[in-house]
């Protein structure tokens, strides 16, 4: 069910990313993020009302109806994810590096109620409508959110390049494009961290009425590695989380217990491996290492490979072919679950940031939107692959 699930979730984003990336001029960014929030609104709200309903004598039109609603949530949520990130990325470089966090942090407190849930619920129905309902207003504060955000001076400054009357328009127009510390940013910009190229408004303006589509061939030109690294790194993690992962056996205890049957997988796999990669994307933002330019970044990102061996030979199961455990300690699988979640949070995230930052100013909303694309073909593709990988172990 996993292996559908992942398929489910994450292949049909790759097409949806494209559309994103194409419609990021034709459409506005108001009219993609509420449009997608309202999707999962309406998603949520019929998932909920299923909860109570008996499946029982339609099994497998029920199983057809689930993932339906997971390709059309998942895919209003790569329109989201796509629109915002590229949004973020026209703000200073802490900001996409915040929500890029901010993602971690999503699913390490989903883990952490799933935990709570598996302790202390007695219906498994109730907890579904739970988890639904709780969705639905988190998705409804999103909107409210989003909606103040746009009424930021801030924000619209950045977004829509509308300058507060504190600015002086004209310092800002003949500022230099390599100059950074000379911008007029509002008061309550970290200069430090401002974009690296900056350009007049007005500028901006006649430049994106000028384009139906984005530059894609000039981002891919500048970015390059960074795509690949982020492809690459995500491809290797959705191999093995969750389909493999989901599937090792503890040693030391039996099978039959309760911490086997009930607490191993949540807590020191979901548990360890999420809040791994909330650590990588915040060092991420302390370190900015490496560089976008070193060798290192796709050196580091290509060694994870290594993972894929290293987990074969833990205890998964059921085996087909290796039946030789060479790491049958409990400890092992656990401590490569962080590392596997550290490294994908800490080079990943490097390479997210650093994309909308090497393009000049007008190109870096459309940057993050193709970064956001190979993220979702780097999950699709790993999701396809870990069937394949299954089957050889």
Same mark, same amino acid.
């Given at each position: 069910?996993?292996?559908?699930?992942?398929?489910?979730?994450?292949?049909?984003?790759?097409?949806?990313?494209?559309?994103? *990336?194409?419609?990021?001029?034709?459409?506005?960014?108001?009219?993609?993020?509420?449009?997608?929030?309202?999707?999962?609104?309406?998603?949520?709200?019929?998932?909920?009302?299923?909860?109570?309903?008996? $499946?029982?004598? !339609?099994?497998?039109?029920?199983?057809?109806?689930?993932?339906?609603?997971?390709?059309? *949530?998942?895919?209003?949520?790569?329109?989201?994810?796509? =629109?915002?990130?590229?949004?973020?990325?026209?703000? @200073?470089?802490?900001? %996409?590096?915040?929500?890029?966090? +901010?993602?971690?942090? +999503?699913?390490?407190?989903?883990?952490?109620?799933?935990?709570?849930?598996?302790? #202390? #619920? +007695?219906?498994?129905?109730?907890?579904?409508?739970?988890?639904?309902?709780?969705?639905?207003?988190?998705?409804?504060?999103?909107?409210?959110?989003?909606?103040?955000?746009?009424?930021?001076?801030?924000?619209?400054?950045?977004?829509?390049?509308?300058? &507060? &009357?504190?600015?002086?328009?004209?310092?800002?127009? /003949?500022?230099?494009?390599?100059?950074?510390?000379?911008?007029?940013?509002?008061?309550?910009?970290?200069?430090?961290?401002?974009?690296?190229?900056?350009?007049?408004?007005?500028?901006?303006?006649?430049?994106?009425?000028?384009?139906?589509? @984005?530059?894609?061939? /000039?981002?891919?030109?500048?970015?390059?590695?960074?795509?690949?690294?982020?492809?690459?790194?995500?491809? *290797? =993690?959705?191999?093995?989380?969750? %389909?493999?992962? #989901?599937?090792?056996?503890?040693?030391?205890?039996?099978?039959?217990?309760?911490?086997?049957?009930?607490?191993?997988?949540?807590?020191?796999?979901?548990?360890?491996?999420?809040?791994?990669?909330?650590? +990588?994307?915040?060092?991420?933002?302390?370190?900015?290492?490496?560089?976008?330019?070193? !060798?290192?970044? &796709? /050196?580091?990102?290509?060694?994870?490979?290594?993972?894929?061996?290293?987990? /074969?030979?833990?205890?998964?199961?059921?085996?087909?072919? $290796?039946?030789?455990?060479?790491?049958?300690?409990?400890?092992?699988?656990?401590?490569? $679950?962080?590392?596997?979640?550290?490294?994908?949070?800490?080079?990943?995230?490097?390479?997210? $940031?650093?994309?909308?930052?090497?393009? &000049?100013?007008?190109?870096?909303?459309?940057?993050? #939107? *193709?970064?956001?694309?190979?993220?979702?073909?780097?999950?699709?593709?790993?999701?396809?692959?870990?069937?394949?990988?299954?089957?050889?172990?």
């Amino acid at each position: 069910f996993e292996s559908y699930l992942s398929i489910a979730s994450t292949v049909p984003n790759v097409f949806v990313s494209v559309l994103n *990336v194409l419609l990021i001029h034709k459409l506005s960014a108001n009219v993609r993020v509420l449009s997608s929030l309202a999707t999962m609104l309406l998603i949520f709200a019929v998932t909920a009302a299923l909860v109570k309903v008996d $499946t029982s004598t !339609w099994l497998s039109g029920f199983f057809g109806v689930t993932m339906t609603c997971v390709v059309v *949530v998942n895919s209003a949520t790569a329109v989201f994810l796509g =629109s915002l990130y590229g949004l973020a990325a026209l703000f @200073p470089a802490k900001y %996409p590096q915040a929500f890029i966090t +901010g993602q971690a942090m +999503g699913g390490t407190l989903s883990v952490l109620a799933s935990i709570v849930d598996i302790a #202390a #619920a +007695g219906d498994v129905t109730d907890s579904a409508l739970a988890y639904f309902l709780t969705a639905d207003i988190y998705v409804l504060v999103c909107i409210v959110i989003y909606l103040r955000l746009c009424k930021l001076p801030f924000a619209r400054y950045h977004i829509s390049y509308e300058a &507060p &009357p504190s600015i002086n328009y004209d310092a800002r127009d /003949a500022a230099s494009v390599q100059s950074d510390s000379d911008e007029p940013y509002p008061a309550d910009t970290d200069v430090l961290m401002a974009p690296a190229y900056t350009h007049a408004p007005r500028q901006q303006e006649q430049h994106q009425q000028q384009r139906s589509f @984005p530059p894609v061939r /000039a981002i891919l030109r500048e970015t390059r590695w960074l795509c690949l690294c982020v492809f690459f790194c995500f491809y *290797v =993690s959705m191999i093995l989380f969750p %389909p493999v992962l #989901a599937n090792i056996v503890p040693t030391s205890v039996s099978p039959e217990s309760v911490w086997a049957k009930k607490y191993f997988v949540p807590v020191a796999i979901f548990l360890v491996y999420n809040l791994g990669d909330l650590v +990588g994307r915040v060092t991420a933002g302390w370190l900015r290492w490496p560089a976008p330019e070193s !060798w290192l970044m &796709p /050196a580091l990102v290509f060694l994870r490979t290594a993972f894929l061996p290293l987990f /074969a030979f833990c205890n998964y199961q059921p085996r087909r072919h $290796t039946s030789t455990l060479l790491l049958a300690n409990d400890a092992v699988p656990v401590v490569l $679950t962080a590392l596997l979640g550290v490294t994908n949070g800490h080079l990943g995230s490097t390479a997210l $940031t650093f994309a909308p930052r090497v393009v &000049p100013a007008e190109m870096a909303e459309a940057t993050g #939107a *193709v970064m956001t694309f190979f993220l979702s073909l780097g999950l699709a593709a790993g999701a396809l692959s870990s069937n394949i990988f299954m089957r050889f172990i």
